[in-house]
């Protein structure tokens, strides 16, 4: 059961699915969100515990395990004798009808098919190569109606603004609003909403005219046309404004107001989890705010009422000019090759060759810097898939050595099978993302010691009921609880 948003006294929160209880943070501070989520999060862990010490299976959670345990039982790890394992899977999502897959960096989505209650999943051949993607949502305005008053955050110096562009340009526009369904399916909860919000506030993003190409995302820097100053919410619409720069961006936004036209925003940026909600629709957990950029109307993923405004804009006969002057790409479009003296255009092949040998040159070098990031990418992702393996192997290992019950019967290995799947489980979110070697045995010692009580109980159960021995029981489990602190001051324990 996933961490749901939640609202409670108008603030947003955090709970365990429809039954936690719901911590609330302060919008905008981190360490309060962080740790509503993660009281929120140690809720649905004592919540679950109780579950599966009433009963090993019936319940969300050991459906996981259950999945988990069938994909590693059909695609076991293989290993050639005196080899290091050269396939290593986890796991990392269950859906409905397929699983995320997790193979070193690489990431699949795989068909499942449940039958009897025993999982199947689609052949190696089958399974479809998947990325965590940016989202990008666009939403639509117009030049006409009425607009809220959007303060300034603080730390944004307008005056400094003012010395460099005596006729500021600001536009405020909706970003979001609670309730809405993007054509994309992103459902827009009170968290996201006031997310957005609040880290429009804090950070203060920028955007440009359009958007950044997917592959270019952790690279490039396009100079910002729109630096966005702050965010407010009215009613379940959450507004921006904008600090637009002189520029193309500027220009295209003044001649859209003259003539009443429409213009959009994008919202881009990263969350750390899609959560779906059924019927194509999902929900964004901890989604990163990147950019708020401006966008056709025509590419809108949610169309609001269509509203965009100036809302200060100093005119001037010199800023009417502007848009009256020629520029240099517009001059020299107007001109002919009759139009260029022969020395000039002699000059101009000239440069033109000398500009087509250094591009020949640059694509060459360009050539061999892909060819060596193609290695070290590759080198890379080997190396990755080594840790992962070296991981799993010596995580297996922690968890035979800790559960190396004896049982027999197919139902009670089901039960044991179950059990160090829950183990597993609840080591890997101790770990969280540092899943290191060096962490198992410490991890796997708290783990143990909080969940021993249960782990005996399990055991004593899959051990089934004491033998009788002349009158008296000849339980070696008692026998051994009698010698205890015997054997603890023998062992140094």
Known sequence: ??????????????????????????????????????????????????????????????FIDSVRTAFRTQFPESQQP???????????????????VEEGNQLYR????????????????????????????????????????????????????KTDDPEPFFVTLPIAEEGAVSANGLEYDTALVDELIAQVNAHRPT??????????????????EVYWLGAAKHGKRAWAKGYVPPGKARNTLRRLKAVGGKAATSIWGLPARRVPTGGGKWRAEKF??????????????????????????????????????????????????????????????CEAQTAAGEQNRIAELEAQVRDRDTVV?????????????????????????????????????????????????????ELGAERT?????????AVWQEMEPLAETIRDALAGPAAVVGGQTGNWRDELAKRAPELRQQHGV
Request: hydrophobic share 40%; glycine share 6%.
């Open 207 to 224: 955007g440009i005219m359009g958007h950044l190409d997917p592959a270019e995302a952790d690279t490039a820097y396009p100079e910002p």
């Open 377 to 429: 990418e590759t080198l890379t992702g080997q190396l990755e898939q080594y840790r992962v393996r070296e991981f799993e192997h010596a995580l297996d290992t922690q968890i035979g050595e800790l559960v190396n019950w004896q049982v027999q019967g197919e139902e009670q290995t089901k039960k044991l099978d179950a059990f160090k799947n829950m183990l597993r489980t609840r080591m890997l979110a």
């Open 288 to 349: 990163q705010l990147q950019q708020l950029d401006l966008a056709p109307y025509e590419r809108a993923a949610l169309k609001l009422d269509g509203r965009f405004a100036v809302t200060a804009e100093m005119q001037s006969k010199q800023s009417n000019k502007e848009d009256d002057m020629l520029t240099r790409e517009q001059i020299i479009a107007t001109l002919t090759v009759a139009d260029v003296p022969q020395a000039l255009r002699e000059q101009i092949v």
């Open 1 to 62: 059961m996933p961490i749901e948003a939640c609202t409670l006294d108008g603030k947003p929160g955090f709970r365990w699915g429809k039954e936690g209880k719901c911590y609330t943070y302060t919008p905008g501070d981190e360490a309060s969100r962080e740790a509503a989520r993660a009281k929120a999060e140690r809720q649905g862990r004592a919540i679950e515990a109780s579950k599966r010490a009433a009963e090993l299976d019936g319940s969300l959670s050991d």
């Open 82 to 100: 005196g080899a290091a394992v050269v396939e290593s899977y986890w796991v990392r999502d269950v859906f409905e009808d397929h699983v995320i």
């Open 110 to 161: 795989v068909t499942m098919t449940v039958e009897d209650g025993q999982p199947t999943f689609a052949a190696r051949p089958e399974w479809e190569k998947v990325r965590l993607t940016y989202v990008q949502e666009m939403y639509v305005s117009e030049f006409k109606g009425e607009f809220p008053e959007i303060p300034v955050t603080s730390g944004v110096d307008l005056e400094a603004l």
């Open 437 to 445: 070697v060096e962490r198992i045995a410490e991890v796997a010692q």
